[in-house]
């Protein structure tokens, strides 16, 4: 009885499913979004806080008619600017910023474009959501790293696991800016949290799935970990915090496949079937084709600590 060439089907079906999942994804996504008249609404959300917080008003209590604004104070600092543009322009300038930014992050990771169909930031990019920015700005080398961690908070994640000091500093003194805010923040830190709770919650947090992910997470620290960590165990995750593992998950077919469903739980078991898929690569190289473990690691920053293998930094 002849073996499985698991490489084999590595590189010929596992080749071919993955654009086409991602495609029908994209197609049914897009038309979803476009039937609910929903196509950039992160992105009209966040402008219209911002123009709130601009006029003296408080930002995270919603208006009527529209979806409560649940991100913290320095979020609102990109969008100050954008609110000097009429909403059609703002959309197009910031959703071409997300996808122009996209692209170059796929490229800055060796993949072909196809991944900007990647689930999570497809769905990233469709709302105008800032996951599509945060995603270049973790990989850029230098401090200016730290801006993603002002977009989003728990970009701060993987910058510490990283540990890229002059980024975090950076972005602590970008976000300082938006201090005059909290007050704000913490009056309509309830309706915060009742917004935050209507989200799918996909990650680990508070099940008992939290034991297996860290350790899947501690198998994978050389791979990337510190990516994964935000979308399998962040409270309250959205389907686009997944944007943030595509360093880490692209070499995995199955997980990248899993991570972007908008499913409870689904997250975190794309991580442990990693885990597992690099355990058997690990021990079976020739079967499970281990030789693209070497060229698929997270391109590391500059001011990353020397001497650790990449993906571990």
Do not use: C
Request: hydrophobic residues 55%.
């Amino acid at each position: 009885m002849s073996h499985v060439d698991l490489r084999y089907v590595r590189s010929t079906t596992l080749r071919f499913f993955l654009p086409i999942w991602f495609a029908i994804y994209a197609i049914q996504t897009f038309v979803h979004f476009s039937i609910h008249d929903a196509i950039g609404v992160d992105l009209a959300i966040y402008r219209h806080a911002a123009e709130v917080a601009l006029g003296g008003g408080n930002p995270w209590i919603p208006d009527p008619g529209w979806v409560s604004f649940a991100a913290p104070p320095p979020t609102l600092l990109l969008y100050l600017p954008v609110t000097l543009m009429p909403l059609p322009l703002a959309t197009v300038v910031m959703m071409s910023a997300g996808v122009l930014g996209a692209a170059w992050a796929i490229r800055r990771l060796h993949l072909p474009l196809w991944w900007l169909l990647f689930p999570p930031l497809f769905d990233a990019l469709i709302v105008g959501n800032p996951d599509a920015l945060v995603l270049p700005l973790l990989l850029v080398r230098g401090p200016l790293a730290g801006l993603a961690a002002v977009l989003k908070v728990y970009a701060l994640v993987p910058l510490l696991l990283q540990r890229r000091w002059a980024a975090v500093v950076l972005a602590g003194a970008v976000g300082a800016l938006s201090l005059p805010q909290l007050p704000n923040f913490f009056a309509a830190i309830e309706i915060i949290r009742s917004a935050l709770e209507t989200t799918a919650k996909l990650s680990a947090w508070g099940t008992l799935f939290v034991v297996p992910v860290i350790i899947a997470l501690w198998l994978l620290r050389r791979r990337g970990a510190e990516y994964l960590a935000v979308p399998t165990l962040w409270p309250n995750t959205q389907s686009h915090y997944g944007t943030m593992a595509l360093p880490a998950i692209h070499p995995y077919p199955l997980a990248a496949a899993l991570i972007g469903l908008n499913t409870p739980l689904v997250p975190p078991i794309a991580v442990m079937v990693m885990a597992v898929e690099d355990w058997v690569r690990t021990r079976h190289p020739t079967a499970a084709g281990a030789s693209d473990i070497a060229q698929s690691s997270p391109p590391m920053a500059e001011d990353a600590p020397a001497g650790l293998p990449e993906g571990s930094r």
